[in-house]
């Protein structure tokens, strides 16, 4: 059992309280998943020729200026480094590729969580509570963002074992549920060059539908290619760079609850975490169908 949550803003004016829109939503999720906790959001946009990279590492005592100054030493380049406890949003012009190979090489045991223009990635081992007050949660600003906490069933309790997953550039996924099959999964996207690195079976799940995508299908499409290969019960909450897209099992088995607002999309995996939420009552409440594709645009 883990809680699901997301939240899209339209009204504009509303963007710079996502952080504190969200946390009543998340930490009402405490119940379903005390284990670890985290969020995709998508702020600020880096420039077109620069990427961020959501960077984390085990090592409290890590200095990560002078990761920063290694950095320029060997590859030549300035790095916007912006640190957050053991994690920091990395900033930088080079090859994202580049950038991977040099890491594993000079710093090991610094791990890369996700790749964009916009999304930015913080997850961690506690509570939704703890996590949100190490990294900040209330205070963030941006257009839409998914949340997970988690109980884990089938998976070490660890910073990168928790939500979300993320693949490609620019998008991320949470998961309440279950799937019967990945290795199965892991075992075919080894064969094309797609390695897991965790043994959570939402992370294949994740990279399997970010390479039905980058073969070619669009979200939809990879979707139900999901159908056919996932075998499990869940409901799956995506981000991408401009929308929230939100898909149960063919059965429904995982709760999800929808509020529609002039000023914001908002769901969660249960109505409580929604009840704070401004000028809720008038709000479109559902919940979402089986086996069917909810989208929401930024």
Known sequence: MCGIVGLLIKNEILRPQIGKLMLPMLIGMTERGPDSAGLAIFGSAAKDNERKISLYTFDPEFIWKKLSDDFLDHLGSD????QVANHAVMTTTLDVNLVKIWLKEHYPSVHILSVGQLME???????????????????????????HTRMATESAVTPEGAHPFTAGEDWGLVHNGSFSNPNSIRRMLAHKGINCVTDNDTEAACRFLEWRMREGDDLEAALHAGF??????FTLLMGTKDQLALVRDPFACKPAVVAEHDDYVAIASEYRSL???????????YEPKPEELYIWKV
Not at 121 to 147: C, W
Request: without cysteine.
């Open 79 to 82: 790095v916007h480094l912006q």
């Open 121 to 147: 990635v913080y997850k961690d081992v506690g509570t939704p509570a703890q996590v949100a007050q190490r990294y900040g949660f209330e205070g963030m600003s941006g257009t839409h963002l998914i949340a």
């Open 228 to 233: 056919e290969e996932l075998d499990g019960f």
């Open 275 to 285: 009840a704070h939420l401004p000028d809720v009552k008038n709000a479109n409440i």
